[in-house]
């Protein structure tokens, strides 16, 4: 079996899953953070993700997060209350062929829970980053590390898998934005 390095992305930046990665079926995303003992508050972030089509959310079971396990071809495999340890903090499975076939992209976020509560923000939090691995090999395809100061946000959209020409990719986002999955979700309802 041929094996490939990782992929280490900056912003912004793609990968062609389908060329890189042929046979592709089952996508692990892990998402991965380390916090500083700040404000003395425990931190809980949370992984979810969006499943669209056309920009927007396919259904009322389009978002996949820790109280919300599966739907669509996607499992979250468990909520990390307190993101100890290395590697992954938490991963979200994806099944490209349980996918619908009308969905065409799919986003992978991140926020703290209770930020605005507990006065927590990205800036607390030192060594996030997304990685995509394939989940029947456990080769990691790529890996995108987020270094800039998002301190002004409670929330990131990191990554999304997206279906252009039929063919899966993937594109590294690190945008910020603050509230909840819900607040965070909204724009794309």
Known sequence: ???????????????????TNPGLKIANIGLGWDVNAGNGDKFDLDAFAMVLASGKLIDKNAIIYFNAKEAHGLTHMGDNL????????????LNLAAL???????????????AQTRKQNFGMVNNAFVRIYNGETNQEILKFDLSENYSAFSGMLMGK????DGEWKFQAIGEGKNGSIIDISAPFN
């Open 100 to 114: 619908p076939p009308t969905a065409d992209e799919v986003i992978f976020a991140v926020n703290i829970y209770e």
């Open 1 to 19: 079996m041929e094996t490939t390095a990782t992929v280490n992305l900056q912003k912004g930046e793609r990968v062609d899953l389908t060329k």
């Open 161 to 164: 898998i997206y279906k252009k």
């Open 82 to 93: 307190t993101g100890a340890g290395d590697g992954d903090d938490e991963t979200i499975k």
